[in-house]
């Protein structure tokens, strides 16, 4: 079965850069679009990345995704960490065989 | 603007089955695709299936094939989502998560879910 494999965690300083990553087994990841979501405490997720590496209107520029085919993994890339960037992440794609949505199990960002 | 309404959160006891609704509005409900997707406490999210609102064909994750039943009612615009067979492993936030066109357009909208505990 087609799945997605995130770190369970990640932390760094306010004004560095991460990357969260997102691994594809059983399928290329490139054979359909990534999603990357934000979850706060409480809240429902909300888009920060769809179609590998686009921003929805809103979403600062210091968030930025992409594709690499040669590990196949997607990647979350945030810049200039603030306290407001401590959420869950979660990457999101599609499997061709179930033809459902397949969910990494999410990253969870501390900024200390 | 696009709203999902949840019904209300539910108890249960091991072994019952529950049935958790969500009316659409803001948009054209037969138009896109619907999906369910849950949440344990402290867990990540998990894909349970969709409804094309329009013809009413499913599609489950395999994990919950013979145990959940999507169904819609166009007249009110409403998505329901039944559970059979409860485990404590079943308690979780349920939420309606609006697509797009096709099955694999990705999460558009997000409904705020309906809690269902299951305990003895």
């Known amino acids: 079965n087609f799945m997605l494999t995130q770190p369970h965690s990640v932390s760094e300083s306010p004004g560095k850069t991460i990357t969260i990553s997102c691994t594809a087994s059983?399928?290329?990841?490139?054979?359909?679009?990534v999603q990357w979501y934000q979850q706060r405490p409480g809240h429902t997720p909300t888009t920060v990345i769809y179609?590998?590496?686009?921003?929805p209107s809103g979403v600062p520029d210091r968030f930025s995704g992409s594709i690499d085919s040669s590990s196949n993994s997607a990647s979350l890339t945030i810049s200039g960490l603030s306290i407001e960037d401590e959420a869950d992440y979660y990457c999101?794609?599609?499997?061709?065989?179930?033809?459902?949505?397949?969910f990494g199990g999410g990253t969870r960002l501390t900024v200390l | 603007q696009v709203q999902l309404v949840h019904s209300g959160a539910e108890v249960k006891k091991p072994g019952a089955s529950v049935k958790v609704s969500c009316t659409a509005s803001?948009?054209?409900?037969?138009?896109?695709?619907m999906h369910w997707v849950r949440q344990a406490p402290g867990q990540g999210l998990e894909w349970m299936g969709w409804?094309?609102?329009?013809?009413?064909?499913?599609n489950y994750a395999e994990k919950f094939q013979g145990r959940v039943s999507m169904t819609r009612d166009t007249s009110t615009s409403t998505v329901s989502l039944e559970v059979n067979r409860l485990a404590s492993a079943d308690t979780a936030l349920y939420s309606c998560?609006?697509?797009?066109?096709?099955?694999?357009?990705?999460?558009?909208?997000w409904g705020q879910g309906t809690l269902v505990t299951v305990s003895s």
């Open positions: 179609e590998d590496n686009l921003r």
């Open positions: 803001g948009y054209t409900f037969t138009e896109d695709y």
């Open positions: 998560v609006r697509g797009g066109l096709s099955a694999w357009y990705p999460p558009e909208f």
């Open positions: 059983s399928g290329r990841i490139a054979s359909n679009y």
């Open positions: 409804i094309n609102p329009d013809s009413g064909g499913t």
């Open positions: 999101q794609s599609y499997d061709n065989n179930n033809q459902g949505w397949v």
